[in-house]
């Protein structure tokens, strides 16, 4: 089916074979913890981590220019044991994560890169240069993407309607991670393909996840002239499958806390809490084995970026009593849904903080998105993480 022109195309893709996908598939290594990401590379040879992983943490110590030997030949040796097989023809499929009683299915396409330079496509969160860079980098090395860019669309009924259809079919891919997330793909036949493909197309859409790998694949798609063809691999949600967390913000100590206490208390009103849990609109903070929220005393009713709680940390604690910028060593982002009991512990021995956020809502992410504005790195953590090493495209 010819669908050169819309937004939304099918994709050229190889895809793991069934008796590979347990070993094969892995988390998106810029979700994991280093200890985590070294314990997967270290067990399992089959991961795909092993393609993907920030070189730095690759087990094989690299020689002077070896290391991008390392993450291809990986993906070689995948290639040549048999881990893929090619799709017989473009496709567009649907792909499924069940979690704990929760489900995320989604529509595996192509996505126009010159819909994110026409506004067809809007993103919501900065990029750091030296990431994109980086990804720049790795994609010049190995040659077949399968990081998913996680988009989202408005719920439509027709769409549903097709996803219905499609998985009620035998599946192509059924099984099950080290994780225990149960993940299915299904093949759209093409009369389905190229419905999808269309109405998908009709739609703005908006990143939810991946906006660095967005922009290293704009920025290979400007280097190559800005051919028609060009495209990035993404996973397709409606909006009310798409949940988003906090990420919270620890600061490495030690820390002078009485004198940030005198500097909150001229802009916060400070009250003692047993626990984490915060609302929109205040920010919790853990110091010397304590929490405590913060509530503004001018509380922000600003459209946009500027009434975001992350927006009020970075420009009312961390920045001015703090001096710590989004880019700095003793700032570390932490996701909503890991333990933070560790984090905590550590804090405790270095004598640092943590600050705790409520997450945007989804409408917040869009009104940011229609505005043209960006939010801070690591605003949202957003679900589902589609899992990378189960389909390849060039």
Not at 12 to 35: G, N
Not at 88 to 93: L, S
Not at 246 to 273: C, E, N
Not at 327 to 350: K, N, Y
């Amino acid at each position: 089916m010819s669908q050169g022109h819309l937004l939304v195309r099918s994709v050229s893709a190889h895809m793991v074979t069934p008796q590979w996908a347990a070993r094969v598939v892995s988390p998106l290594h810029d979700v994991l913890t280093e200890t985590e990401r070294r314990k997967i590379l270290a067990n399992n040879p089959d991961s795909y981590l092993h393609v993907t992983s920030d070189p730095l943490a690759l087990i094989e110590p690299p020689g002077e220019g070896a290391t991008e030997s390392v993450q291809a030949r990986a993906l070689q040796r995948l290639l040549e044991s048999g881990a893929y097989l090619p799709v017989p023809e473009p496709a567009v499929f649907v792909y499924r994560m069940s979690d704990r009683g929760r489900e995320h299915t989604g529509v595996i396409a192509s996505v126009a890169v010159a819909g994110c330079n026409d506004g067809r496509v809007l993103g919501h969160e900065a990029v750091q240069s030296e990431r994109v860079a980086g990804l720049v980098r790795h994609y010049g090395q190995v040659s077949k993407r399968s990081e998913l860019v996680t988009l989202f669309h408005p719920v439509d009924s027709l769409v549903a309607e097709l996803t219905a259809r499609i998985v009620a079919q035998p599946a192509l891919l059924d099984f099950t991670d080290s994780s225990g997330v149960t993940q299915s793909v299904w093949r759209a036949g093409p009369s389905e393909a190229a419905a999808l493909a269309r109405q998908l197309s009709n739609h703005r859409l908006y990143v939810a996840d991946g906006h660095h790998r967005l922009a290293a694949a704009t920025t290979c798609w400007e280097r190559d002239g800005q051919p028609e063809s060009g495209a990035v691999l993404c996973a397709l949600y409606p909006q009310d499958h798409i949940a988003l967390h906090a990420f919270h913000r620890r600061v490495r100590g030690p820390v002078a806390l009485p004198a940030l206490l005198d500097g909150l208390g001229t802009r916060f009103d400070i009250a003692p809490a047993r626990d984490l849990g915060v609302g929109p609109g205040t920010i919790g903070m853990y110091a010397d084995g304590r929490w405590c929220v913060l509530h503004p005393r001018e509380p922000r009713r600003l459209p946009g970026v500027a009434g975001l709680d992350v927006t009020m940390l970075h420009e009312e604690v961390l920045l001015p009593l703090l001096g710590i910028d989004c880019d700095s060593p003793r700032l570390e982002f932490v996701p909503d849904l890991r333990d933070l009991g560790a984090t905590m512990r550590e804090c405790d021995a270095e004598q640092g903080i943590v600050f705790a956020l409520h997450a945007p809502d989804i409408e917040e992410l869009i009104s940011v998105a229609e505005r043209h504005e960006v939010m801070s790195p690591k605003t949202t953590y957003v679900q589902p993480k589609p899992r990378t090493g189960i389909f390849l495209s060039s």
